[in-house]
Antibody, heavy 123, light 107 residues
Framework: QLQLQESGPRLVKSSETLSLTCNVS??????????WGWIRQAPGKGLEWIGT???????YYNPSLKGRVTISKQTSKNEFSLRLTSVTAADRAVYFC???????????????WGQGTLVIVSS | DIQMTQSPSSLSASVGDRVTITCQAS??????LNWYQQKPGKAPKLLIS???NLETGVPSRFSGSGSGTHFTFTISSLQPADIATYYC?????????FGGGTKVEIK
């Protein structure tokens, strides 16, 4: 059964870098059928797509994050990662890792989702 | 970016009621629309892909319709287990975007 599990520091200082990893079990992230990505949700707010990475290494980012975001994959560990630099209070959110399916660039729909991890930005 | 506007933002209905949520896209997205259910404290769950394709295991009381810019999500007979926030999401163009959500409560 496919499972995704986020890990990483829950507390990040303002202006520093947020780093999260998603461990995938049950399917290889090298499977050409899937994208892997990150979505976040600020407390009490809606969902924001951060970006997705394909098995080939192609990566698609949300321009709203203005070059602060990097998604990478570690195939040997069946993991993929998120780095978000220069964080501010606005980056406080629950971060979900997801599998994306579908034929469109970046993926079409997200299933399943990791349980999510709340990242707090401290001053 | 394609803006997705959901309405209403919240609703309260009785068990057994028919519930309808709408999602309006800022431009034509053909049939490139999905629906998710998020229960409190949980991750979203994909319910419907490609406007109307019910995911495996999702009760048949859920359905979706529409095309172009106007889409509808319906719960034919609201159940207590359906208390959640529902989101639409378009994949016609990057960045992938979600609607603001509709919180469904029991009256």
């Amino acid at each position: 059964q496919l499972q995704l599990q986020e890990s990483g520091p829950r507390l990040v200082k303002s202006s520093e870098t947020l780093s999260l990893t998603c461990n995938v079990s049950g399917v290889s992230i090298s499977n050409s059928r899937y994208y892997w990505g990150w979505i976040r949700q600020a407390p009490g707010k809606g969902l924001e797509w951060i970006g997705t990475i394909y098995y080939s290494g192609s990566i698609y980012y949300n321009p709203s994050l203005k070059g602060r975001v990097t998604i990478s994959k570690q195939t040997s560990k069946n993991e993929f990662s998120l780095r978000l630099t220069s964080v501010t209070a606005a980056d406080r959110a629950v971060y979900f890792c997801v599998r994306a399916l579908g034929a469109t660039l970046g993926g079409s729909w997200f299933d399943p989702w990791g349980q999510g991890t709340l990242v707090i930005v401290s001053s | 970016d394609i803006q997705m506007t959901q309405s209403p933002s919240s609703l309260s209905a009785s068990v057994g009621d028919r519930v309808t949520i709408t999602c309006q896209a800022s431009q034509d997205i053909s049939n490139d629309l999905n629906w998710y259910q998020q229960k409190p404290g949980k991750a979203p769950k994909l319910l419907i892909s490609d406007v109307s394709n019910l995911e495996t295991g999702v009760p048949s009381r859920f359905s979706g319709s529409g095309s172009g810019t106007h889409f509808t999500f319906t719960i034919s007979s609201l159940q207590p287990a359906d208390i959640a926030t529902y989101y639409c999401q378009q994949y016609d163009d990057l960045p992938l975007t979600f609607g603001g959500g509709t919180k469904v409560e029991i009256k």
